[in-house]
């Protein structure tokens, strides 16, 4: 029977047959352990020399790592083997031979990993980490389509910059200059407006010349935005969300977590809802803590959030930011006009912001004023001040950085090893 590793738990004391790639390889003179993975999973397969013929162990014990082949061999249940199984081989057959394959077992720095990334995704922890990032991106649809939201997709090619001009990516577009989408929210505040509850999902570029395991050129953001629905049921649903896509991993992801060897107490407290501290409270509790640096009006750093977030097992929604730290599109505080009404999420255990969002302002008027503020060319943004024009509603949203959540999730140390092809600062290859 002709399957693949994550299904042999189907035909235990049966022989199958399956495709695969040798990840590693002990023998002595009586034994071989192939450790086999297939894109599905990966097992152990056992050559007994006593018990198969010559040519079958000799060829065991001589292929290489990478290699490709065909294998058949019977599947016996073992409980000590991480997938709960193991193969006893009978016959290989050689699909393709590896030569010299650069990623041994042993340890290697990061940058030769990098310089090897499409080698480098086929060891098991990268499988782990991928295999979680897809699980999120499952939850999402699940989670948004269950509530009744619709997937719209914004334009990557775009003429306006929502998160500030510094960071753009900036190309031709024949006669025309256009930069690579920062974020597709101006898109779905569009879309909220003809569809009521919107989220998206896509790449996103920042030509940030920041250099931190939290930051990527290229990183993808699941971006939702809702007519009607003001400040607080905009923090309901992120919390929610959140909180989702965790025990979704959770439930998934078992054999992922163990690879990776996941704290799984602290995913299983991320359960809505979340604590939320204002802007001013999280300013006095820094200086309490001894940032004495640090002066209303200034932006938080990753030293700032993570001393906050440790405060909590949970993460944690920091609000009412001075109006002067964020983007041009936010609706003030109508009780404090120089606080905005927006939340920033950071994750717990150091992984930083993992959400940005905000009520949107609905005014035509103030808009224009800030467009103006911000030094934005107002031709641009007609069609996005429009909005406000014609049965102009509050309305909310946010943007959730998939990276960044991968990481919290899988525990990994660094943005590169959550997205296939990272692009870093000083990184395009491969
Ligand atoms: O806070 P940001 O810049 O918010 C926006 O772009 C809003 N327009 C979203 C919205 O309201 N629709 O980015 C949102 C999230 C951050 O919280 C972070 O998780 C992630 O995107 N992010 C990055 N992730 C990796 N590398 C970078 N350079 C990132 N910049 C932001
Ligand atoms: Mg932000």
Request: hydrophobic share 35%.
């Amino acid at each position: 029977m002709k399957t693949t590793i994550n299904q042999v738990g189907q035909f235990v004391n049966q022989e199958v047959t399956i495709g695969a790639w040798i990840a590693n390889k002990r023998s002595s003179g009586k034994i071989a352990f192939l450790q086999l993975r297939d894109g599905t999973g990966f097992i152990q397969g056992v050559v007994v020399k006593a018990e198969v013929e010559e040519d079958v162990f000799k060829f065991a014990k001589s292929i290489t790592q990478e290699s490709s082949v065909y294998i058949t061999g019977k599947v016996r249940a073992d409980e000590r083997a991480p997938s709960g199984y193991e193969l006893t081989i009978t016959a290989m057959e050689l699909i393709h031979e590896a030569v010299d394959y650069p990623i041994t077992p042993k340890e290697h720095g990061t940058e030769f990993l990098m310089d090897h990334r499409h080698l480098w995704i086929r060891s098991k922890k990268q499988h782990a980490v991928l295999k979680i990032r897809n699980e999120i991106i499952r939850a999402t649809y699940e989670f948004f389509n269950k509530e009744g939201f619709v997937k719209v997709d914004p334009p990557i090619l775009t003429g306006s910059a929502p998160e500030g001009t510094s960071e753009l990516f900036a190309t031709k577009y024949f006669d025309e200059d256009a930069y690579l989408s920062q974020s597709g929210q101006l898109y779905m505040e569009a879309a909220a407006m003809a569809l009521g509850r919107v989220f998206s999902f896509g790449p996103t570029f920042r030509a940030e010349k920041s250099k931190t395991r939290r930051h990527l050129i290229e990183f993808w953001m699941i971006e939702p935005e809702m007519a009607f629905v003001e400040f607080d049921e905009n923090l309901e649903i992120q919390e929610q969300y959140v909180s989702y896509i965790a025990q979704s991993v959770l439930e998934n992801c078992q054999l992922e977590l163990k690879t990776l060897g996941r704290n799984q107490e602290s995913l299983q407290k991320i359960q809505a809802p979340f604590p939320r501290i204002t802007y001013d409270e999280a300013l006095a509790f820094l200086h309490k803590e001894g940032f004495d640096d640090i002066e209303w009006g200034d932006d938080f750093g990753s030293p700032h959030e993570t001393a906050i977030a440790n405060h909590y097992d949970k993460p944690v929604f920091i609000t009412h930011y001075p109006t002067t730290l964020k983007p041009f599109y936010m609706q003030p505080d109508s009780k404090r006009e120089e606080v905005v009404l927006c939340a920033d999420l950071i994750a717990p255990e150091g992984y930083g912001e993992i959400i940005g969002g905000s009520e949107r302002i609905n005014n035509l008027e103030l808009l224009e004023q800030r467009l103006n503020e911000h030094q934005l060319d107002p031709k641009a943004y007609e069609w996005y001040a429009e909005l406000r024009k014609y049965g102009s509603v509050p309305h909310s949203g946010f943007g959730l950085g998939l990276e960044r959540t991968v990481a919290w999730m899988a525990g990994v140390e660094h943005v590169r090893e959550t997205i296939p092809f990272p692009r870093l600062l000083n990184r395009l290859y491969p």
